[in-house]
């Protein structure tokens, strides 16, 4: 243990009773980028849970006196083509864009985890069909899987998070799949199914746990992306519909054509997605960096 | 010596007008000009987009024609045919052809060319597609009795028999081609037309050249033309922006013209016109509670037309506020008798208060929740989707939409799965035949989404088809106008779309038309230095 | 070795396979039809069900679905794609332009994004925990963060404000006229490069970090040597493997996964073809261009797979 002076050291030995205080400040000064990624989806998440609190305006209200206002008193980030408030819209935005990312990073990663896990676990036949059929959907660019996928089901949220989920599946499957075939040869494995466990119950009380930093990672990557795929599936008409507040659908049409003379419809729904998926991204780089052991610093 | 002097000054005086008369015509360029949509084939009997007839028309002559200078695109000129008689029944046409014209393979094209031509269109063997079949219901036979004359004979006398022939769509092939081979103008392009075909490279443009031996003696004026396949409406701006195109013949939206302008100055002549396009509603009559008229009323009792015109004119290509037939064309019916209509008040807030007021009276409760389905199109399905959701949440109906993707679209609404829907019509000639069928009951028209029928509608149509008299057909086409959007309200209108066409004004000879299907043959066209 | 080349190629046909049926299936079970989007799309006022059957039964749509697939099937072990079901072209003749232009796209983006992703991963590294460190990192991942067409369409308009000028909006292929054609794919070659340099960067960083881990490296740094060898002795060779190896693999993403900044940059590329194949249900299109796609990256995947393998002879005997 070192003995230079640390100033978080001598703050927590100043204020013993607050030892949270001292966690965040130490994840602060040692990972500064993931502290701000995790700043960064602090504010998401605010600004998603009390968007109903904290929108000036009613995101769906047209308001053709006002349409194509820059940003002013009454309207901070200014109107889009129908006089709807600019802002407003970016706060419900961030509501179905947390909601479509987590729910397509959250069930891509849990079906993805489950299948990698239960393939490494069963090994032999079993393992190299399901590798098979994962590659099947590999092949796939994620965008063109997603398409697809849209085509078959539909345009909307939940046909969109599924949409999404899709592609994000065998991905997660193969980085779980070699991080839970290193598990597999630990010796209380082995012990677990001399003792006649159910192989069920192995995986998922005994496999599953050990290989949850991988997953994490790869759920923190997966949302960024998620957020990113759902802007542009709204972006090329095939995402989350209008009147809905979707960042993407806020860049389409209107914004573009009108980028030229009224830029803020254009820049800020662009800057929030940036944002957003940026946060989601440093935090999970900090993430990776904490887990992987061989990168920390000496 | 008198002579002398008075001829010089004649002379004289007549170099001093000439000048003031328009600029003539200058003969040579190549006219370059994007297309948003690639023809899926060549031959016009078969398709429909105007993806065909904007890089391929050219290569072709009708038989008929729409006036290449008439700005309502209604009136018919001669083309192939250069004149024409009507029998005194009404049921036989005759038909005179030009003598001397030439195919692109240098044979020449007599009246069993035009006869193959349309015993395709309307009497296809089987196998083949064709159309626009379902418009020649009425004619009987074609006949061709000498080289240059064809003659329809009709089985009932038709006030748009004539407004039929003007399609732009029915190119007339080689006879002996057809005969060969009725499928070989799906793949192969050989015409009449004042442009003779080049290349077509897929996915990128189709380039013509001029037609030196074309019947039409001095045109084309144009050397060729360029037709260049662009995905986006950026690139296509960007393109004219950049004066690497000269013109778009489909529209561009009031933005995009704001910004041609602004950057081009007098460089850009901006042409205008109400659009034979319009989106309408399609109510399903047999979804409860849109049986009842009533409710059908309230929906478009709650769009107030002239502020969504206002606005939405500003930022898609909609704009004029329309009944059943384009704003200024003859049949229309004027503004001040139109506004006697349901949803056509002027006074918004009674229209809305009334649309309420049969709401409750129907039994719609407050807050009543539908689906309304769209088709998944920006322009101009977006805006007008997101006005009307907006419109009907202030008579206190809360509507969902639901886009669905344009391929899949009219399947889902063929089956009648939907409540609410947009519908969409578009014309190649303005013409109350062509643009009431589709309200006709629908064991008649399967076209009909609104799953009704209506004997009374179907017996006005018909008279009003029948009849050769302008100022009768006026009237019972109000008549229709009035049962359709006002008493039983099966269907409502938007706004009609509103065709904006920037243009170098290096283009002279083009005349705007209410149809992006019209004026594409190019024989008038010329560009100033 | 030849038998590893052998095993790892047949490995790729049930692959292959999955892919074809996967494909069909999804296609079928999409709503509507080529006939449809044909015939009820333009708003004309007169439809014709016999119109639409007869074209089905040209297009062999009115066959049992097996039957289909198998007729398929056949064609490509003839090497025979068949017809668009939209154009009645080969589709060959379809593709070979827009095939041009997105393998060019990704090879000048894949280019664009190593040169950017080696030299900024070394010096992220070499300064790790340094705001140089932190900079490179921002940088890289704020390229992952912002949509490429967002990207895209700022860059548009900067140019179009700034310099008024706009890029060429006709693909010229490079052999026919080389300034043309790149002073069009320069723009969507870095935007979408900047975006994968980002995963690239990441790698470099991490495996720079671990070889500077190595003793001798530290002993030489020690002595103030250090930057002589990391980029002279066989340290760099070992830690660029891996990062080539990932960067392939994205290359290898990059030619059918690029629809947007297409539609964006108005590129007549297989993205953009894709999204227009769906829209008219032209199955056979659709399906042969998946398959392109998906044969293009197994067949990167392999080549990566047996340079590994060549490099270490380990892998072979797995």
Known sequence: MAAAPQTVEELTRAAPRAPWLAAILNFIRRRPLGALGAALILVMVAAAIGAGALAPYDPLANDYAAMISPPNAAHWLGTDAYGRDVLSRILYGSRTALMVGLGASMIGATFGSLIGVASAYFGGRVDLTVQRIMDVF???????????VVAVLGTGAGNVILAIATPMVPRCARVVRSSALAVREMPYIDAARASGFANRRIILRHMLPNVMAPILIMATAFLGEAILLEASLSFIGLGVQEPTAAWGLMLRGAAVEFAETAPWMAIFPGLAISLAVFGFNLFGDSLRDALDPRLRTQ | MKLLWSSLAILASAMLVIPAQAQQPRHGGELIFPVPSEPPSYDGHREETFGLIHPIAPFYNTLLRVDPFDRTGTKPAPSLAQSWTVSKDGKTYTFKLHKGVKFHDGSEMTSKDVKASYDKIIFPPPGVGSSRKGQYADVEKVEAPDAYTVVFHLKNPSGSFIASLLSPYNFIYKADIL?????????????TGPFIFVEHVKGSHVVGRRNPNYWDKGKPYLDGFRAIFMNSSAAEVAAIRGERAHIQFRGFSPKDRDNLVAA?????????????????????????????????????????????SKALSQIAIVKEVAGVQVPGTPFATPPDELAKLAGYWHDAEKSRAEARRLLKEAGVPEGFSFTFKNRGIPMPYEPLGVWMIDQWRRV??????????????????????????????????????????????SDRNPANYGRYKDPVLDELYDKQSRSTNVAERKKLVREFEKRVLDEQAHYFMTLQWHRIVPHSSKVHGWTITPSHYLNNTLDTVWLSE | MGLYIVKRLLAMIPTLFGVAVLIFVLLRVVPGDVVEARYLTQGSQFQSQELMNQERAKLGLDQPIWKQFTTWMTGILHLDFGLSMWTGS?????????????????????????????????????????????????????????PSFWLGILMILTMLIVFHWVPPMVFTP??????????????????????????????????????????????ARAKGLWLKLILTRHALKNAILPVLTVMSLEFAFLLGGLVVT?????????????????????????????????????????????????????????
């Not at chain 3, 997105?102 to 300064?127: R, T, Y």
């Not at chain 3, 935007?191 to 470099?204: D, E, K, N, P, Q």
């Not at chain 3, 894709?274 to 067949?299: C, E, K, N, S, W």
């Open chain 3, 174 to 219: 490079l052999w026919v006229d080389p300034w043309q054609n790149l002073q069009q794919l320069i723009w969507p070659a870095l935007a979408v490069g900047y975006r994968y340099s980002a995963v690239g960067t990441r790698m470099m960083r991490s495996a720079m970090l671990e070889v500077l881990r190595e003793d001798y490296i530290r002993t």
């Open chain 2, 396 to 441: 206190g109906l809360n509507v969902k939409q639901e886009v669905i993707e344009a391929a899949a679209y009219f399947g889902v609404i063929r089956k009648g799965d939907f409540e609410v829907a947009m519908d969409f019509q578009c014309g190649y000639i303005v013409e109350p035949d062509l643009d009431m069928y589709k309200f006709l009951s």
């Open chain 2, 179 to 191: 005969a060969k081979d009725p499928h070989w103008y799906e793949k192969n392009i050989m015409g």
């Open chain 2, 264 to 308: 081009l100055g007098n460089k850009i002549t901006v042409d205008e016109s109400p659009w034979d396009c319009i989106l309408l509603g399609a109510i399903n009559h047999e979804k409860k509670p849109f049986d009842d008229p009533r409710v059908r009323r309230a929906l478009t009792l709650a769009l107030d037309r002239y502020e969504g």
């Open chain 3, 90 to 146: 080969p589709i060959t003749e379809e593709i070979k332009l827009r095939f041009a232009l997105s393998l060019q796209l990704a090879i000048m983006a894949s280019l664009f994004a190593q040169c950017l992703a080696i030299p900024l991963g070394i010096l992220a590294a070499v300064k790790q925990d340094t705001w140089v460190d932190y900079a490179v990192r921002i940088f890289s991942i704020a390229g992952l963060a912002t």
């Open chain 1, 138 to 148: 590999f092949a796939f660019p994620v965008i063109i899987l997603a398409l697809t």
């Open chain 3, 262 to 318: 297409e539609q964006v940059f108005n590129l007549n590329g297989l993205g953009m073809l894709f999204v227009q194949t769906i829209a008219h249900r032209d199955y056979t299109m659709t399906q042969a261009l998946v398959m392109l796609v998906a044969t293009f990256f197994l067949f990167v995947n392999f080549f990566v797979d047996i340079a590994y393998a060549w490099i270490d002879p380990r892998i072979r005997y797995r």
